[in-house]
């Protein structure tokens, strides 16, 4: 039987939200990696995981990629994903 289909939903302490799904993928957190570059830039990379601790592991990864790509510094976060039901289709609910 297929597993049933989910919305996954992530809120980041800046306030940011990333919202994940229709999937049916085993993921239970976020992870969000902001690399301050020398030139005053900034990239984003970000992720999910099935667990805490897969999440957890990519900050050592980054550690590495840190040194390897001469960053300034970077900001590494890990946070739970809140299920919830699909979301609102845009325009629906309007009278003709």
């Known amino acids: 039987m297929a597993r049933k289909k989910r919305y996954l939903t992530a809120t ?16 239970t957190h976020y992870w969000r990696i902001v690399a301050h570059l020398h030139d005053g830039k900034t990239e984003v990379f970000w992720g999910h995981a099935a667990s805490a601790k897969e999440a957890a592991a990519k900050q050592a990864l980054t550690q590495q990629a840190a040194k390897r790509y001469g960053w300034k510094r970077f900001d590494f976060e890990v946070v739970a994903l809140t299920e919830h039901g699909p979301l609102p289709t845009p325009g629906a609910g309007r009278g003709p």
């Open 12 to 27: 980041m302490a800046d306030g940011y939200v990333k919202t994940i799904g229709p999937t049916s993928a085993p993921f």
